[in-house]
């Protein structure tokens, strides 16, 4: 999972998350695999912030493999698991927001993240406090 995500966290597009950190988050990944090798082509987390907010991370599919619909079905599977957890939004910062507006999430202000997510992960990035990134929300 490390070598898939590599060159976007050193372009600074994903955070980066020690190999304890996914070990100790694996459950909330959901992984693509090629059928026949077994390969993993792509993966996302859906991290759970509260009963009412769940976030989309680490959403990264090989640059191999896209245009192929993986980087969408990921996210759909994800929104779907947070439905069945009862979840009311599920959030998003990103880089590509037309790429999740077009699977139905919203752009919203980043002042109306709560701020536990800002400063538990955001501080991590190489450009914090200067993010372009915007935040888009999915009301389940």
Same mark, same amino acid.
């Given at each position: 999972m490390q070598r898939l995500?590599?060159?976007?966290?050193?372009?600074?597009?994903? +955070?980066?998350?020690?190999?304890?950190?996914?070990?100790t988050n694996i459950r909330s990944y959901?992984?693509?695999? +090629?059928?026949?090798?077994?390969?993993?082509?792509g993966y996302v987390a859906l991290h759970i912030h509260s009963q009412r907010l769940a976030e989309i991370r680490s959403l990264v599919v090989d640059a191999k493999y896209r245009n192929r619909a993986i980087g969408s079905n990921l996210v759909e599977c994800a929104v779907e698991e947070g439905r069945k957890l009862g979840v009311e939004e599920v959030l998003t910062l990103t880089y590509m927001g037309s790429f999740?507006?077009? +699977?139905?999430?919203?752009?919203?202000?980043?002042?109306t993240i709560p701020e536990h997510k800002i400063w538990a992960d955001c501080i991590k990035c190489k450009y914090f406090p200067v993010c372009n990134e915007i935040s888009l929300v999915k009301k389940l």
């Open positions: 995500v590599k060159k976007e966290v050193e372009e600074g597009i994903i +955070l980066p998350r020690s190999d304890d950190e996914v070990a959901i992984i693509a695999r +090629l059928k026949e090798s077994k390969e993993i082509v999740f507006q077009k +699977l139905g999430f919203v752009e919203i202000p980043k002042e």
